[in-house]
């Protein structure tokens, strides 16, 4: 059975930075491209980062560009979201996903992180 589990979300001001974290568990890790979505209240959900499953290919969205990494430890088959830069409209509620290497769609999500930016 799949599962993610995000940590590390909270409360930062401007400026400042966070890492969140996504534990996954039950597939093999190496085979998962993984990616960090966010969701700020009446809005739809976004994708925000996404790293294929050999780890080499990244993707960012505009708004997070050169503020924002995904990176990964196959060892603790952990994801890592470093957000640094953060800004009021990052405020989210932050979720990490994974679909298989042959997949298009994301079947598997964490329960959310909040992540709210004060001014």
């Known amino acids: 059975q799949v599962q993610l589990v995000e940590s590390g979300g909270g409360l930062v001001q401007a400026g400042g930075s966070l890492r969140l974290s996504c534990a996954a568990s039950?597939?093999?890790?190496?085979?998962?491209?993984m990616g960090w979505f966010r969701q700020a209240p009446g809005k739809e959900r976004e994708s925000v980062a996404v790293?294929?499953?050999?780890?080499?290919?990244?993707s960012y969205a505009d708004s997070v560009k050169d503020r924002f990494t995904i990176s990964r430890d196959s060892a603790k088959n952990t994801v890592y979201l470093q957000m640094n830069s953060l800004k009021p409209e990052d405020t989210a509620v932050y979720f990490c996903a994974a679909r298989y290497i042959t997949s298009m769609s994301w079947p598997y999500w964490g329960q959310g992180t909040q992540v709210t930016v004060s001014s």
């Open positions: 039950g597939y093999t890790f190496s085979s998962y491209a």
């Open positions: 790293m294929d499953w050999s780890g080499r290919i990244t």
